[in-house]
């Protein structure tokens, strides 16, 4: 723990965006945006082509862009890290690799009952791979079944099933072709060749620093458009299987779908040779020819969430972990939902040695996600072991259908990104902390996604109440259970445990880490490997918690007596399912290194806790996951010496007063809500010993007025999301949301056949409309006033001719607001009180035309004329307290600067402190008379302005920052400001409402200042 490296952490630290290359890319503008990635706190980025792309992908001009950005990167001493696709996920090369060969393309296969009649056609398909006739019992169980070879083999006993293949159908998410089958090699040997050796050609000599690795998104066998009751396969599975389990699947394949005798078995077999066969398949040989050019492997595996989803499409997650150099997961939406899909990843690089720890991050959050969402969502991957944030989405361009691509961006588009640095320092000093020394953990928690292979049937994947899913639910349980407690655990994967599991000096080794305690959640089956491993543990001293439910097969198979056996043994420990009855349990086998309790002597579940330890040094990073609650902690650690807390925002560094009782350090620390601290024990130092406790403070309270003089710092917005259009001089239609437009007048070109495909690929396929046209499109606004300063933001503005009110307007303009492809056209001198009427017109060819919302900006108010109607007006003198939304504001995206002055007397020793109740906005910034701003960016909104507070009269001034959200929505969801963004909430017919649904910004409850002195 170095404290100039942790004021300013180095790029391997700092984030690194997704950065979404969704255009025409220019180079000069890339240069531009990676000299601002570096002047806003990033490390890096991931170049990723993305919805838009026009750039042809991996061509020699792509490759020069790249370049350029790399050239760049080196001179602002950022990592340039390549990522493998054409959007996601992984492994089609934007349609270039199935497009080489049908045998590439992804294959599943399906059990469907057939008719008599059908069997001898069936028995003569080669896509099925078998026949069978299965007599089932009332509770619709196989009670008996067999293959038929021949039609006369039908018995007429029971109902028969054709076991069949088929070939993924064409999409124009793969552009035009269908994703690849990744359990081929040959799949994967192509792919590597088109994409990972395409780029070794060009960059390899500059592979390592500058350009450390590369991305692979969402890999899987069975991706999202294949429907979950389907199976994975692939042209050589029923030998592979053979190989692997010695007998005939296709002999079995009716239990893979219906209880039956020895369906456990069937079924955990093909599971567990399934994933690794994807391993086999894809994960190593990517890792190998990563590693053989001096690349870092990366990203993350589709679905990972939960034991059903990772069974669909993946087998099982941890397993390839183990072959990526910087293994990733993704974390979707405004929530802090689904802790295993953490601890699985950061468990299999704590056993493996890995420092750097990936989460895709912040995606689908919405444009109303504050620093304080962000803060929230980050902590609680850096608790549990995330150290490599991936933010999910720097826009190069906003322009077209970039805008709805799960927001928010992280970008200059936003109001908060000058300030961006600010929450970027934060976050690289958390993973500075949360990489140094290594993860303690006691414990072993065994991953038992072995039982829901044997349980799993695709028949039943919507029960909650399935096998699977319980034994999905019983293990989070555990595992919350743990982090509730504040116990260091991580979990074992059996596929890894059974190439590097060993015990050794009465410890369970899991590769380079080591574990005292195993504990066995609720289960049917453990792998032969792990029974040996949990007996030799035990016969070693070693001692084993098991919980709920004790296992009773082993692969699968039947092993009642074996388990009784293991189950008497002196070391092991049962207990029900139950928190209390785990800690009592841990309390009496293990001791302590953390306590984390409230006033009644509980540990307090909202706060987790990361320990790492650095030679003489333990650190904790400590977080309050509930975003209401504020705990006032008891921290007790193991050990004595010095305690100095790391400030995460400010990256100062302070001494801590603590108890010392026993050999242990206490101290006494608030958590607001969404709140954290960093806290190192130097045992190599004396401890500053203090009387313990939280210091009384004697506060009195000053109400700031409630009506402000204010400055908005951007131009206001009004945005115009509905209209007319004609068609070459027709009638005009109806009135109806622009998107509806543009999906019209792309089929009228006769483009509805190419929807999703990449421009890209429309471009070198020379895919041009079948009809071109002259359209016409028709808004109105009304405005109250004239001669305000009101400009039309327009969408590739140059490509259409604009009327005001029948006036030709030129749109030819080097002005732009947002985007650098928003051309900003000024329109104040034809604006009227009154209804007016907007007119755009252009040769419409599809492919490079957007039809988007317009935008009016300038110098003016709005106000709510009705649920679904506004009009310019003046703007107010004064704001309120409350939202800016109902006071002129509705649209808009940028800063106020709320003004007030208080006249001051302090007595000595006060401080002085400015706070926000309930305020909203991205963050805030307070000004005091000539002072330097004074960040709030979280919980508690205060800020100490002491140090700008002068005797007397003082300036005042509230900075509250907002969002694009107002403006660019989503506007129309009848569920309001959502936590979850993707491109169709801004289309979602079901639950669209007219009216306008906007978040509330501002000073909602207004501010007061707090005059404290410690007593």
């Not at 029923?238 to 296709?250: H, I, P, Q, S």
């Not at 700008?948 to 107002?966: C, H, P, Q, T, Y």
């Amino acid at each position: 723990m170095n404290p100039e490296d942790f004021k300013n952490p180095g790029k391997t630290y700092r984030p690194s965006p997704f950065w979404s290359w969704n255009n025409l890319l220019d180079e000069e503008e890339l240069r531009w945006q990676v000299r601002e990635f570096k002047d806003k706190g990033y490390g890096g980025y991931f170049m990723h082509s993305r919805v838009g792309l026009a750039t042809i992908y991996l061509s020699k001009e792509w490759m020069r862009c790249v370049r350029a950005c790399l050239e760049e990167g080196k001179r602002n001493d950022l990592e340039s890290w390549l990522y493998d696709e054409d959007k996601w996920p992984s492994g089609f090369a934007g349609g270039i690799v199935p497009a080489k060969n049908e045998e590439y393309r992804s294959r599943f296969a399906l059990l469907e009952e057939i008719e008599p009649k059908e069997v001898a056609e069936s028995l003569k398909d080669p896509s099925v791979l078998g026949v069978y006739e299965v007599k089932f019992t009332e509770s619709n169980e196989i009670e008996s079944f067999k293959r038929i070879r021949k039609p006369e083999d039908v018995e007429g006993l029971g109902r028969l099933y054709a076991f069949k293949f088929q070939v993924a159908g064409c999409s124009n998410w793969f552009n035009g072709e269908s994703y690849v089958d990744l359990l081929n090699p040959r799949v994967t040997e192509e792919f590597l060749k088109v994409t990972i050796d395409a780029y070794a050609e060009e960059f390899r000599d500059s592979f390592g620093e500058f350009m450390p690795g590369i991305f692979t998104d969402e890999p899987n066998y069975a991706h999202w458009r294949t429907a979950a009751t389907n199976i994975p396969w692939t042209g050589e599975m029923a030998d592979y299987f053979k190989r692997e389990n010695g007998y005939d699947l296709l002999d079995k394949a009716p239990l893979l779908y219906y209880d039956g005798e020895g369906s456990s078995k069937v079924r955990y077999d093909f599971w567990r040779t399934v994933t690794k066969r994807f391993i086999e398949a894809w994960t190593i040989p990517y890792s190998e020819r990563c590693e053989r050019l001096g690349l870092k492997m990366t990203g993350h595996y589709l679905c990972e969430d939960n034991f059903v989803i990772q069974i669909q499409r993946i087998g099982a997650a941890m397993p390839h972990y183990e072959y990526m150099h910087v293994p990733g997961i993704d974390h979707l939406g405004r929530n802090i939902e689904n802790p295993l899909t953490l601890i699985q990843c950061s468990s299999v690089a704590h056993q493996f040695g890995r420092k750097r720890i990936l989460c895709e991050i912040f995606g689908c959050s919405g444009h109303s996600m504050t620093f304080e969402d962000q803060k929230w969502i980050a902590d609680f991957h850096f608790a549990l072991g995330i150290t490599f944030l991936c933010p999910h989405l720097t826009l190069y361009t906003m322009k077209g259908d970039a805008k709805r691509d799960y927001p928010p961006t992280f970008s200059y588009h936003q109001p908060y990104w000058p300030y961006y640095k600010l929450i970027n320092d934060y976050f690289a000093r958390a993973c500075y902390v949360c990489s140094q020394g290594n993860f303690q953990a006691d414990i072993l928690l065994l991953h038992s996604i072995g039982s829901a292979w044997a349980t799993y049937s695709p028949r039943r994947i919507g029960d909650r109440s399935s096998k699977p899913w319980r034994y999905n639910d019983a293990l989070v349980k555990v595992l919350t259970d743990l982090l509730a407690l504040h116990w260091g655990f991580d979990l074992g994967d059996e596929m890894i445990i059974a190439r590097h599991g060993r015990v050794e000096g009465g410890r369970f080794m899991v590769n380079k880490a080591s574990y005292s305690l195993v504990i066995v959640p609720p289960s049917l089956t453990w792998s032969g490997e792990t029974y040996k491993l949990l007996s030799e543990f035990l016969d070693g001293g070693g001692r084993v918690i098991f919980i709920g439910e004790t296992p009773t097969m082993i692969d699968g198979k039947p092993a009642e007596e074996e388990w009784s056996n293991l189950l008497k043994h002196p070391g092991v420990v049962r207990i029900e399912a139950d928190r209390d009855a785990l800690e009592g349990a841990l309390n009496r086998l293990l001791t302590r290194w953390v306590s984390v309790k409230d006033d009644s002597g509980r540990e307090i579940e909202d706060i987790y806790v990361h320990h790492r330890i650095d030679g003489v040094k333990h650190i904790y990073f400590l977080s309050n996951k509930s975003r209401t609650e504020t705990y006032d902690a008891k921290i007790t650690l193991r050990g004595v010496g010095e305690v100095t807390e790391w400030n995460l925002l400010e990256g100062s560094i302070s001494k801590i007063p603590v108890k010392v009782e026993g050999g242990k350090t206490i101290l006494k620390v608030r958590f607001h809500p969404a709140g954290s601290h960093v806290f190192v024990l130097d045992t190599s130092k004396e401890p500053h010993i203090s009387k313990v406790g939280m210091k009384r403070v004697e506060e009195r309270v000053v109400k700031l007025p409630d009506v402000w003089n204010f400055e908005r710092l951007h131009p206001n917005s009004m945005t115009l999301d509905t209209c007319q259009y004609s068609i070459d001089g027709g009638e005009w239609s109806d009135r109806m949301p622009v998107w509806k437009v543009r999906r019209e007048v792309w089929k009228e070109a006769g483009l509805e056949p190419y929807t999703g495909i990449q421009p890209w690929v429309l471009i070198k396929r020379g895919i041009k409309p079948t009809r071109t046209f002259n359209l016409h499109i028709k808004t109105t606004f009304k405005s109250e006033v004239e001669g305000k300063r009101i400009y039309l933001v327009i969408e590739r503005g140059e490509k259409w001719s604009l009327k005001v009110n029948g006036e030709p307007v030129p749109t030819d303009v080097e002005d732009w607001h947002w985007d650098k492809q928003f051309r900003k056209v000024d329109i104040s001198d034809h604006v009227r009180v009154g209804e007016n009427v907007i007119e755009l017109s252009c040769r419409y060819g599809g492919i490079d035309t957007p039809v988007e919302d317009l935008y009016l900006i300038g110098d003016f108010g709005v106000k709510k004329l009705s649920e679904t109607e506004y009009a310019i007006t003046e703007e107010p003198k004064t704001l309120r307290n409350g939202s800016w939304v109902e006071q002129g504001y509705p649209f808009y995206a940028g800063s106020i600067l709320y003004k007030t002055k208080v006249t001051l007397e302090r007595k000595p020793g006060e401080r002085v402190l400015i706070r926000l109740p309930k305020a909203r906005g991205s963050l805030f910034l307070i000004h005091v008379n000539d002072g330097d701003p004074v960040p709030i960016c979280w919980e508690p909104l205060e800020a100490d302005i002491t140090e700008f507070i002068k005797d007397g009269e003082n300036a005042i001034a509230i900075e509250v920052v907002s969002s694009l959200r107002n403006t660019f929505g989503p506007l129309h969801h009848k569920l309001g400001d959502l936590t979850w963004v993707g491109p169709h909430s801004f289309v979602d017919e079901e639950n669209w409402v007219d009216s306008y649904q906007f978040a509330p910004y501002g000073l909602i409850e207004g501010a007061e200042m707090l005059i404290r002195r410690e007593a």
